[in-house]
């Protein structure tokens, strides 16, 4: 079996970057019942945690090999950027402060999210990253 997986966030600057934007605007709970992301970009970005998985589902034999490449976030900025406040750390929080009632697309909140994302994205070929 071959798989990817992304490594932690802090390694994934677009990613932690949106989500670092994100939560000067909204809060991000320390505990919460409401359902997370689960498995997303970054779940499997432990080799502990995946090895773990994987032994647990039967597989023997198991080895893990980085592989750094380039990956392409949409087609354009805003797809781009779109992608990054979809999933991961900052899609997570976005979600959860609208489904608190604390963000809606297109309110006070969530714009001041989007602006800046885009404007740290653009000079560093977010699209192509």
């Known amino acids: 079996m071959a798989t990817s997986a992304r490594g932690r966030k802090a390694e994934n600057p677009y990613f932690y970057r949106a989500e670092q934007i994100a939560e000067r605007w909204l809060s991000h709970p320390d505990q919460t019942d409401e359902p997370t992301c689960g498995p997303g970009p970054f779940s499997m970005s432990n080799a502990d945690t995946t090895s773990g998985v994987l032994k647990a589902a039967g597989f023997e034999e198991i080895s893990l090999t980085r592989c750094d490449l ?36 297109g309110d006070r909140r969530q714009d001041p999210i989007l602006f800046p994302v885009r404007r740290s994205a653009a000079p560093a070929g977010f699209a192509a990253g």
């Open 70 to 105: 380039p990956i392409m976030l949409g087609e354009d900025l805003d797809r781009a950027v779109g992608m990054v406040t979809s999933i991961g750390p900052a899609g997570e929080l976005i979600r959860i402060n609208k489904e608190r009632g604390a963000a809606k697309r």
